[in-house]
């Protein structure tokens, strides 16, 4: 796992995201293309600050993997044009925020705060699922594009 010691890693997924926008539901507006520019250079520095700060912790290498994984999912929440994928990747940024977040575990207060975090966005989860089929039976499709095309009072349900 000493792979994700490098912050270099977090840039991947941005610089592949320009390479794999033609076989993947990619949302092309230049507001989510900035946003993905401002979360890779966030991570970056997040990432350099944990690795450092980390460093001789038994499971630093772990925390960075989560940390990796989870700044990779908000990438491809900022740039995905799927209603399917933008739910699956919100389950995958909730999940490594929890491992983030009980990373010190021996600690009373980090276990406490993760698990309600934990069971916060599980009913967050149910609210974005139920959200998710009132979207698809309303409009029938996927697409977050085809969202804004759709009657106005389909923003009112």
């Known amino acids: 796992m000493k792979i994700f010691r490098s912050s270099w890693l977090i840039l991947v997924p941005g610089a592949a995201g320009l ?17 993905l520019g401002f979360v890779v250079f966030l991570g970056f520095f997040v990432h350099r600050y944990a690795a450092v700060n980390l460093e001789g912790d038994p499971r630093g290498d772990s925390f960075l993997a989560a940390l990796t994984g989870t700044v990779w999912a908000i990438q491809g929440m ?12 919100w389950l ?10 009980s990373h010190f575990r021996e600690r009373e207060g980090s276990r406490i705060v993760a698990w309600e975090k934990f069971w916060i966005s599980r009913l967050g989860d149910l ?11 309303k409009n ?3 697409q977050i594009a085809s969202l804004a095309a759709g009657e106005p009072a389909m923003l009112l349900i």
Do not use: D, K, Q
């Not at 390479?19 to 946003?35: D, K």
């Not at 900022?78 to 990747?89: E, Q, R």
């Not at 995958?92 to 925020?97: A, E, F, T, V």
């Open 78 to 89: 900022a740039v995905t044009g799927n209603l399917g994928i933008f739910v699956l990747l």
């Open 127 to 137: 609210a974005l699922f139920s959200a998710l089929v009132l979207l698809l039976l």
């Open 19 to 35: 390479l794999l926008a033609f076989f993947f539901p990619l949302e092309g507006s230049a507001v989510s293309w900035t946003f």
């Open 92 to 101: 995958l940024i909730s999940l490594g925020l929890h491992r983030l977040l």
């Open 140 to 142: 029938g499709s996927w």
